[in-house]
């Protein structure tokens, strides 16, 4: 099946860096998704992605859909004690189901 | 309005004991997902109900695994006998519009320990 390669599987920076974080396939996707999991809570969706090469923002999140469309990157900058989780990329390729990475643990040290 | 609910929100059994995990889904949602993460791994697809019936139940890891969804409201998944790899968070999403486009919520998530 499918599978995604997201990486870092944790991450420890300090209040204030940015971060960077990634996901790479085998598989061409149609669509990119970034979730973020706060703790004791379920993912929720942070970016949405539907063309290759495409870049988007959200507050100080920025995320990319790969021109290859085997990847996506997610930016966060200027991180502050609440970006604390576990950040899921997921993808979707045609009708079938989202296939998701298996997450990066961020850690905001103040 | 009320989010994706999910009952119970941990439960510990042994190995070869029966646990039925429950999902109310965002009312109005016809679209009914079960995933589950086994400890830091990915998050795995295991099926999706639209209304009622089953789209799409290719997730689903053995015949020990059995989903429902009667009335096309709430759904359960009960797992019989369970086995120590069964162990993990089960969550339940709901959705609107299937497919691109169609986002999905999330519950909190079902953790389930099988001892």
């Known amino acids: 099946g499918q599978q995604l390669n997201q990486s870092p599987q944790s991450m420890f920076i300090q209040e204030g860096e940015d971060v960077s974080m990634n996901c790479t396939s085998s598989?061409?996707?149609?669509?990119w998704l970034w979730y973020k999991q706060d703790p004791g809570e379920g993912p929720v969706l942070l970016i949405a992605?539907?063309?290759?090469?495409e870049l988007t923002s959200n507050g100080r999140l920025t995320a990319q859909f790969g021109i290859t469309r085997k990847d996506s990157f997610l930016n966060i900058s200027a991180s502050i004690p609440s970006d604390v989780g576990i950040y899921f990329c997921?993808?979707?390729?045609?009708?079938?189901?989202?296939?998701f990475g298996s997450g990066t643990q961020l850690t905001v040290l103040p | 309005e009320a989010g994706v609910t999910q009952f119970p929100s941990h439960s510990v059994i042994e190995k070869g004991q029966t646990v039925t995990l429950r999902c109310d889904p965002i009312?109005?949602?016809?679209?009914l997902y079960w995933y589950r993460r086994v400890m830091g791994k990915e998050i795995k697809f295991l099926l999706h109900?639209?209304?009622?019936?089953?789209?799409?139940e290719s997730g689903m890891p053995n015949n020990r695994f059995l989903a429902e969804r009667t009335g096309g409201t709430y759904s359960t998944l009960k797992v019989q006998p369970a086995e120590l790899e069964d162990s993990g968070v089960y969550f339940c999403?709901?959705?609107?519009?299937?497919?691109?486009?169609?986002?999905?919520?999330f519950g909190e998530g079902s953790r389930l320990t099988v001892l």
């Open positions: 992605l539907y063309k290759a090469g």
């Open positions: 598989s061409i996707f149609n669509t």
């Open positions: 009312s109005g949602h016809d679209n």
């Open positions: 999403a709901s959705s609107q519009v299937a497919g691109v486009g169609g986002e999905l919520f």
């Open positions: 109900f639209v209304k009622e019936s089953k789209q799409d």
């Open positions: 997921a993808g979707q390729a045609g009708a079938r189901q989202l296939t």
